[in-house]
């Protein structure tokens, strides 16, 4: 994972990486929130949360709903780290280009 980047995950996934994190004291630099991090801190829903950050740091995700990652699709690039799809871990390097031909 680069350095300062964000992991914005389902709600089950970021357990571990939060005990590596606060208390093995392992990549103190990562940003990593769950969808209820998001509800409780008012960041909005998933496009919000990679926006805000998108440019400014490095985002992966881990998402589970088919018809979310379907949307993330078309609106960002998606390069799998891990697995078929955003199911599992997923960088998002960009947006994508509107005359690209989406929805085609």
């Known amino acids: 994972m680069a350095r300062d980047a964000v992991i914005a995950s389902r709600w089950s996934c970021p357990t571990p990486l ?5 208390v093995e ?10 969808d209820r991090t998001r509800l409780d801190q008012d960041m909005g829903d998933m496009i919000d949360v990679i926006d805000a950050y998108l440019g400014r740091s490095p985002v992966s995700l881990i ?16 390069e799998r780290i891990d697995g078929p799809d955003a199911r599992s871990l997923t960088r998002v390097p960009g947006v994508r280009d509107s005359t690209s031909g989406l929805g085609s």
């Open 18 to 22: 939060w005990y590596a994190q606060r």
């Open 25 to 34: 004291g392992r990549r103190p630099d990562l940003l990593i929130l769950d």
């Open 63 to 78: 998402r589970d709903d088919a018809r979310e990652i379907e949307l993330l699709a078309k609106r960002y690039d998606l």
